[in-house]
């Protein structure tokens, strides 16, 4: 009766440990019972639906798939419980756009998410030709996965900033897939080669340029011929100014000619260099412009000017550099330097406005700043060998003392007078 | 003309008689009297940092806005301003290294022994002082290398048991290395470390001066045997003229380094950027920097680096009463206490080595 009594008094413990773990249990679901022991592409974990956003959100596969999961076998996938099944692929982006364009609906999960995602898709390629009848082509799922898709933000996500290529490759560098688009195959292979992979990739700025950035996510398309340069404006925004002040808008113009594109390229947009202005080998210049044209004498000029102000900064920055290896404070005039290579940067900019008077304004700027650079790394290297001197003729009288008092030591000890 | 003067003095104020402990100071001629000159360097180069320290006070100024700019300006506007600041710099390193060997050559030499325990004593002392203005000076420039050394250092001084952090923060006039530290790193290198220094070196000369100069055991013991073969000199002028040759040859070197190693500036600390890999404190301080480095972050259930800190500690207090330790037995002394300098100067100088090889 005792042991009793005393077991009694554990009760309302275990029946509050009992509430606790029927609380904290999993909401059934029949769903994802069936479907981990399924083979692809049927097959969806715990542990992967675990991951997608949706189901972190508090969604269940009845929010897509309708059903009721808390049912077994056919009662969960029964018409009555609203079950629809299998998501057709042409219908997937009005499912997905049920939520995503419903502001009020989305504002509860994420207030800054964008919710014109669908009718931005409707205008895309992409859209267009899903509307057509082209089930080939990419809805959402194709882009953003399906059942373990998680926020653009995630690097894991296929369209995170860094996998947003490779995602679109699938598609579009798969030459037996894309055949009949008559689009070309080579854009990523061209985009992996490029600065602005480059800067991406390999220096890590997500805020480089990739697939989307030039040609829109959820409506995209090619910018097209005649507005190419508003898209390489959003970053570039200087040369697009000048460009547009250039005799070359209205040439490229009248010539059916994208901007930017022309002398750049769109995908394989390689770094820049000087050697693309002028009348050389790689000059894009010559392109269009042939000898003993106004355009062909600018070239040379522009590619003159701009190799005079880079030859003129990197010889201060070796004279300067020979100076500070030679321990010489040349700290300021290194300064300067920034700010000679700061015209050239500005010239190589100013290019873009194909005006020799003006390009020249900043060519004489950096020319001024290199030349007096160049002046304080001479002084500096006059005032080493000056140095140098004094110390010869130190050690010279050094030398001489010493050799002085041995000789006097010698004369004061002469005889044992020690 | 020299004499008239000697002959008025002499007349005044019994210069012949003030002057005579002078004239009869004799110093010991051995195969080791070359290690004699040591002391004697490290006391010209104090003279050397005393003047230059001088001439740099003209120009600099001690605050966190300024530092760099007027070292900037001694470096390249003041005439020979930067021939001043690199001899400063050299000298600071030259005149710590030669207290180093100059200890190390005490402690083979034996000359700590009785009477001679506070000379060692008061040597030890001043080598730590110079150690300090090393450190405190290191600042100054208020350039990045510096202040994240300065960062590191007084952090381990942080580390101390009990009084660390209180120590850490008095160090650096806040919770953190800022102007505030600079300017009292500033007191301390040009008014309180010189002032104790020139009054140790002063009661280190006089020790110097009253037990005249030692002579290794085992000299002395042949010298015992056979007095006709000991032998010695005059300090003055004899000793005192080739300790000038010594000082000559140390001016030329101080010359040379200055005129083809101009000591560099880098580049002005800034408190907000963060720390450029490679930090390392002055070569004087890399066998304990290293040693810290490889220490295991917990040593049983004890903080790594307090372990270290500790050993270090006690290590220190140990050397200093080095020659209280001193036992004669059988008329020969303890073996041990050699055997401790060879291991520690081993020590130092491969955990030195290390610490620069290593990544």
């Given amino acids: 009766m005792w042991r009793n009594k005393r077991f009694a008094v554990l009760w309302p413990f275990l029946g509050a440990a009992l509430a606790v773990s029927a609380a904290c249990a999993e909401t059934p679901n029949s769903c994802v019972d069936c479907h981990s022991a399924l083979d692809p592409p049927y097959k969806v974990t715990q542990d992967q639906f675990a991951q997608d956003i949706h189901a972190q959100k508090g969604l269940t596969c009845a929010s897509c798939h309708g059903g009721d999961p808390t049912k077994d076998d056919q009662d969960a996938m029964s018409k009555k419980a609203g079950f629809r099944g299998h998501i057709d692929h042409k219908d997937v982006p009005a499912l997905c756009g049920k939520c995503h364009s419903d ?106 340029p990739t697939c989307t950035t030039c040609h829109g996510n959820h409506g995209a398309a090619p910018p097209g011929v005649g507005t190419v340069q508003n898209v390489c404006a959003t970053c570039h925004v200087f040369q697009a100014q000048l460009f547009a002040s250039s005799p070359h808008k209205a040439a490229f113009e009248a010539a059916s000619l994208p901007g930017c594109v022309t002398c750049h390229s769109n995908h394989r947009i390689a770094h820049p260099s000087d050697a693309m202005l002028g009348t050389g080998t790689q000059s894009v210049c010559t392109n269009c412009h042939t000898s003993g044209d106004a355009g062909y004498d600018a070239a040379d000029k522009f590619h003159a000017q701009l190799a005079q102000l880079d030859t003129a900064v990197k010889t201060s920055d070796e004279l300067l550099g020979r100076a500070e290896s030679d321990g010489m404070e040349v700290s300021q005039p290194r300064l300067e330097q920034d700010q000679a290579r700061d015209s050239l940067t500005k010239a190589r900019v100013t290019i873009h406005s194909f005006n020799v008077a003006r390009v020249d304004q900043d060519i004489q700027a950096g020319l001024k700043i290199a030349g007096k650079t160049h002046q304080e790394g001479e002084a500096a290297l006059r005032e080493r060998d000056y140095r140098r001197k004094g110390l010869a003729w130190s050690v010279v009288a050094i030398v001489l003392v010493l050799i002085g008092l041995r000789l006097y030591i010698r004369q004061i000890e002469s005889g044992g007078k020690i | 003309m020299l004499t008239r003067i000697r002959n008025w003095l002499d007349e005044r104020f019994g210069l012949a008689e003030l002057t005579a402990p002078l004239r009869e100071k004799t110093v010991p001629i051995h195969s080791r009297s070359y290690w004699y000159f040591l002391g004697g360097i490290t006391l010209f180069l104090f003279g050397i940092q005393v003047c230059t320290g001088i001439l740099l006070l003209l120009y600099y100024r001690a605050s966190a806005s300024e530092a760099f700019e007027s070292v900037q300006y001694i470096m390249t506007r003041v005439q020979f301003g930067w021939l001043v600041r690199s001899i400063h710099s050299w000298a600071a390193n030259l005149m710590i290294f030669t207290a180093i060997a100059h200890m190390f050559s005490v402690l083979f030499l034996k000359a700590y022994r009785k009477p001679r325990e506070l000379t060692w004593v008061s040597g030890m002392i001043l080598l730590f002082l110079a150690m300090g203005f090393g450190f405190s000076g290191y600042l100054l420039p208020w350039n990045t290398l510096a202040f994240f050394a300065t960062k590191v250092g007084t952090e381990i001084a942080g580390q101390v048991p009990f009084v660390g952090h209180q120590m850490m923060v008095f160090l650096r006039g806040g919770e953190e290395v800022t102007g505030a530290t600079l300017t009292r790193f500033f007191g301390f290198h040009v008014a309180v470390l010189p002032g104790i220094t020139t009054l140790l070196i002063l009661l280190h000369v006089a020790l110097i001066q009253r037990f005249g100069m030692s002579v290794p055991p085992d000299v002395e013991a042949k010298w015992k045997a056979d007095p006709a073969q000991a032998r010695e000199m005059h300090f003055f002028p004899n000793f005192l003229l080739r300790e000038l040759m010594a000082w000559y040859i140390a001016l030329g070197v101080l010359g040379a380094l200055a005129a083809l190693k101009p000591w560099d500036l880098g580049t ?92």
């Fill in chain 1, 103 to 208: 502001a009020a609906y989305m504002r509860q999960f994420n207030p800054s998410l964008r919710t014109d995602q669908f009718s931005q898709y409707l205008t895309s390629v992409h859209g267009k030709l899903l509307a057509k009848g082209d089930t080939k082509v990419a809805v959402c799922t194709d882009c953003h996965g399906v059942h373990d898709l998680r926020p653009a933000s995630d690097t894991r996500s296929k369209v995170h900033p860094l996998n947003v290529a490779q995602t679109c490759s699938r598609c579009h560098a798969d030459a037996a897939y894309m055949k009949g688009y008559s689009i070309p195959t080579d854009q990523f292979a061209g985009y992996s080669a490029s600065v602005h992979h480059e800067a991406l990739a390999v220096r890590g700025d997500l805020s480089a």
């Fill in chain 2, 268 to 359: 002005k600390a800034d408190p907000f950027a963060p720390a450029p890999a490679g930090i390392r404190p002055e070569w004087y301080f890399m066998f304990m920097f290293q040693t810290l480095k490889l220490i295991p972050a917990k040593i049983w259930f004890v903080d790594g680096e307090l372990v270290g800190i500790l050993v270090f500690g006690l290590a220190g207090l140990i050397w200093l009463l080095l020659p209280f330790f001193e036992r004669e037995r059988n008329g020969r002394s303890s073996r041990w206490i050699l055997g401790l300098g060879v291991f520690a100067l081993a020590y130092m100088a491969s955990m030195t080595v290390y610490g620069y090889v290593a990544k």
